[in-house]
C-alpha cells in the first residue's frame, strides 16, 4: 500500500511538472528569445480618483472592451515559479494591479497546498509592465488568503482579501500601515451570517457597498455603509439579491464605475469552477432594492482554447484600468486538459487594448 502511494505522488509531481513545462516554461522561453522590433514601455502610471479606480473612464462598451484586449506578448509575467518565500508553490492566481509614482504593484494569491495556511498574498512590481520582480509575501494570517482586492480612500490603501476559504463566514478589510508591506485588520463588515467568497467594495451614492459571492446558494449578498472602517455593515433587506445562478454569482475582479454605470464582473461557474468571466449592470442599487442583468458582448474574458499555453484552458479573473485611452488589465488563466496535469496551473498575465 505504501509503495503505491508513493509512485501515485511520483505520478502526480510528474504530471504536475510537465503541465508546467509545456505551457509555462517553452512558451515563456520563446517569448523571451524572440526578436522584433525594440519595446516600448507597456505601462505608465495614471492618475487615478480615490474610490473610482479606472482612472478617467467615462463610459464603457463591453462588445468594444472584449474585443479590443489582448495578451501581451511577454505573458504569464508570473508563475508558481517565481515565488522563492513560501515553499513549492502549487499557482498563482487573482491578480489586481495599484499605480505608484514610478512602478506599478501587483498584489495576488500565492497557493501552496503543502502549507497551512494554504494560501497567502504576495507582491510583484514593475516599472514599465514588461519586467516583473517578484518582492515576497506581504500578507499571512492564521486563514487562506487569496483575491487582494486593493483600493484606496481619502489617502489610505485598503485591502479587502477573500479570508478563509471554502466555509468561511467572514468578510474582513485590511488598511495598509506601511504600504505597500504592512496590513493591519481594521473592520469586519460581515461575520457568521452565511458562507463568504470572493467579494468586491464600492462607493456609489454617497455610500459604501459590498457585494459578496455564496457558493452554496451559487448567490450574492448585498451590503451597505456610510463609513468604511466600521464592523457589521447593513445587510440588505433582499438578501440573498441572488440565488441559483452558477453562471454568474462569484465576482470576478474589479467593477468598472463610471457616473452613471456599475459594471460588475463574475466568475461563471455552471460547469465547472472559473470557466469564464461575465459582465453584469447592475441597474438599481439602493437600500430598498438591486436589480443586475447581463450585457450584450459577455462573457469578456475566456481561455484561448489552444492545445497548450497558459491561459488555454480557463480564465476566472480580470482587473482593468483605464488610462490614456488604453485599457491595461491583470488576468490570470489555466491551461487546458488541467486534469491531466493536476489542475493546479493557474497563472498571471496582462492584457491590454490598443487606443480607443
Known sequence: ?????????????????????????????????????????????????????????????????????????????????????????????DP????????????????????????????????????????????????????????????ERYMLPETGGEGDTMVELYKASDFPIAWNRCAIPVSGTHDTDDAVI??????????????????????YSELIERDGWHSHPDNPVVTNRSIAYRPAGRPVVTQDRIVIFYQDCANRYGEHVRAYEITRLDPTGFADNELDGSPVLEGEKTRIGWNSGRMHHIDPWYFDGQWLCAVDGNIQNSKLFTNNHWSIGIYTSDQL
Open 1 to 93: 500500500m505504501l509503495d503505491r502511494i508513493k509512485q501515485s505522488q511520483a505520478a502526480i509531481q510528474v504530471a504536475w511538472l510537465t503541465g508546467k513545462i509545456l505551457n509555462h516554461r517553452i512558451p515563456g522561453f520563446v517569448s523571451r528569445t524572440a526578436t522584433g522590433e525594440p519595446r516600448t514601455a507597456l505601462l505608465s502610471t495614471p492618475d487615478s480618483t480615490p474610490g473610482t479606480e479606472q482612472g478617467s473612464v467615462s463610459e464603457f462598451d463591453t462588445q468594444q472592451f472584449r474585443s479590443s484586449i489582448h495578451p501581451t506578448p511577454n505573458c504569464p509575467i508570473l508563475t508558481s515559479d517565481d515565488v522563492t518565500d513560501f515553499g513549492a508553490v502549487d499557482f498563482v492566481a
Open 96 to 155: 489586481f494591479l495599484f499605480p505608484g509614482e514610478d512602478k506599478w504593484y501587483l498584489f495576488f494569491e500565492i497557493f501552496n497546498d503543502d502549507r497551512d495556511p494554504d494560501a497567502v498574498i504576495g507582491l510583484a512590481t514593475s516599472p514599465d509592465g514588461y519586467e516583473w520582480n517578484y518582492e515576497g509575501v506581504v500578507l499571512q494570517t492564521e486563514k487562506h488568503l487569496s483575491f487582494p482586492y486593493l483600493f484606496e480612500w481619502d489617502g
Open 202 to 223: 464600492f462607493r456609489w451614492n454617497g455610500r459604501w457597498w459590498l457585494v459578496v459571492g455564496d457558493a452554496t446558494i451559487s448567490g450574492v449578498h448585498l451590503y
